[in-house]
């Protein structure tokens, strides 16, 4: 779909107006974001109605334990778009799953990465301090939710995203905002 949008006729056209290219891409992105909440909105609606019918009471929490998915939704978007500013096809899907994964487990690799040579621990460990922490954000929706009790400061994992969301929009504009 992004790749059928940006196509050099459809581009064309729209630029034809005074728009600027980089909200041409806010707008795909904040697009695909409502469709994603319009479905997060109904699937959560039903999960707390189905607990408000089992257990008769309002449990308001699940409403914020349950938005760690948008924000995780927000990074899926933004890192496609990220990757097709980059590389116009299909692979920007493939590198972002990839990089998703690499997230699960980001937080595990301290101890793994101590037995990498010097030079290529020093960016082994910037790979790790980008990459969006998956797994922690996961983490602090199962607490919000009483499902598990971990011990994770939610303040340096959603900031770390923030920062790292800004980025990615940033570099993605800055690189579709330049001719061809």
């Known amino acids: ?6 196509a050099d006729s459809n581009l064309a056209l729209l630029l034809s107006k005074p728009i600027k290219r980089w ?16 479905n997060w909105l109904i699937m959560v609606s039903s999960l707390w109605m189905i607990v408000y019918f ?4 309002l449990n308001g929490m699940i409403w914020l334990g349950m ?11 933004s890192m496609v778009i990220f990757f097709y500013t980059l590389i116009p096809n299909a692979i920007s899907g ?13 937080s595990l690799t ?5 037995s990498f040579p010097e030079a290529i621990l020093f960016f082994a460990n910037i790979g790790v301090e980008i990459i969006p922490k998956i797994n922690l954000l996961f983490g602090i929706s199962m607490n919000t939710l009483g499902i598990l009790d971990l011990r994770i400061n939610s303040f340096p994992i959603f900031c770390h995203t923030a ?9 993605s504009y800055v690189r579709f905002s330049r001719p061809k």
């Open 54 to 57: 089992h257990t008769h009471e």
């Open 1 to 6: 779909v992004l790749q059928d949008m940006c």
């Open 67 to 77: 938005s760690v998915s948008l924000v995780l939704a927000l990074i899926y978007i």
């Open 110 to 114: 301290r101890e793994r990465l101590a």
């Open 23 to 38: 909200h041409i891409l806010e707008g795909i992105c904040f697009g695909l974001f409502k469709i994603i909440f319009l």
């Open 163 to 171: 920062i790292f969301l800004i980025v990615l929009h940033v570099v």
């Open 94 to 106: 493939i590198l972002t799953i990839f990089i998703i994964i690499a997230g699960f487990g980001v």
